[in-house]
T-cell receptor
Framework: GAVVSQHPSWVICKSGTSVKIECRSLDFQATTMFWYRQFPKQSLMLMATSNEGSKATYEQGVEKDKFLINHASLTLSTLTVTSAHPEDSSFYIC??????????????FGPGTRLTVL | AQKITQTQPGMFVQEKEAVTLDCTYDTSDPSYGLFWYKQPSSGEMIFLIYQGSYDQQNATEGRYSLNFQKARKSANLVISASQLGDSAMYFCAMREGITGANSKLTFGKGITLSVRP
């Protein structure tokens, strides 16, 4: 149980284009999902908290107009990197909070998306 | 001050032996939760074990156990009978305050574990 999928697993795009990443909870409903960014050999940096049916809450320093988050259903959240630039190249990983588990704050992670912007 | 501290730069363990990965935390909130995740080279983050601040006993999940010392604010992960597949990056994380819809996790910098055959 508690499986989270993420698509695509990797993407290469040209500078200036937009890229959409999907995060799905496959066997549970997730009111809350989270989006992280991770640089090589570093820890996870929380970008935003995504709540179903409401606006996302962004962490300080994260541009909400550049990283658009939509949590349209209890099983799907999307992150769109708009007008991507090479500095946006990174590993993006989502997680979903399983409220039904014995540890209700446990976040289950997707496999991540490696974005390369040329 | 860092909320989660993982200072071991890299750990090596012989296959089938036990290994302890250190984690100390800093919070003034009496209610919190501690988590350990494993990240292999493929990149996925795998949930291993959870310990609540009010839990009386140390958490255990198969070969994983958490050595929770509340007064010292440490939550070390113990992996018994190491396997080659245990080679990965390990992250300690904390949730402060009571559980809630927007409860965030704060992650440590991680520890690299290499299991030698």
């Amino acid at each position: 149980g508690a499986v989270v999928s993420q698509h695509p697993s990797w993407v290469i795009c040209k500078s200036g284009t937009s890229v959409k990443i999907e995060c799905r909870s496959l066997d549970f409903q997730a009111t809350t999902m989270f989006w992280y960014r991770q640089f090589p050999k570093q820890s996870l940096m929380l970008m935003a908290t995504s709540n179903e049916g409401s606006k996302a809450t962004y962490e300080q320093g994260v541009e909400k107009d550049k990283f658009l988050i939509n949590h349209a259903s209890l099983t799907l959240s999307t992150l769109t990197v708009t007008s991507a630039h090479p500095e946006d190249s990174s590993f993006y990983i989502c997680s979903a909070r399983d409220e039904s588990g014995k540890a209700p704050d446990t976040q289950y992670f997707g496999p991540g998306t490696r974005l390369t912007v040329l | 001050a860092q909320k989660i501290t993982q200072t071991q730069p890299g750990m090596f363990v012989q296959e089938k032996e036990a290994v302890t990965l250190d984690c100390t935390y800093d919070t003034s909130d009496p209610s919190y939760g501690l988590f350990w995740y494993k990240q292999p080279s493929s990149g996925e983050m795998i949930f291993l074990i959870y310990q609540g601040s009010y839990d009386q006993q140390n958490a255990t999940e198969g070969r994983y156990s958490l050595n929770f010392q509340k007064a010292r604010k440490s939550a070390n992960l113990v992996i018994s009978a190491s396997q080659l597949g245990d080679s990965a990056m390990y992250f300690c994380a904390m949730r402060e305050g009571i559980t809630g819809a927007n409860s965030k996790l704060t992650f440590g910098k991680g520890i690299t574990l290499s299991v030698r055959p």
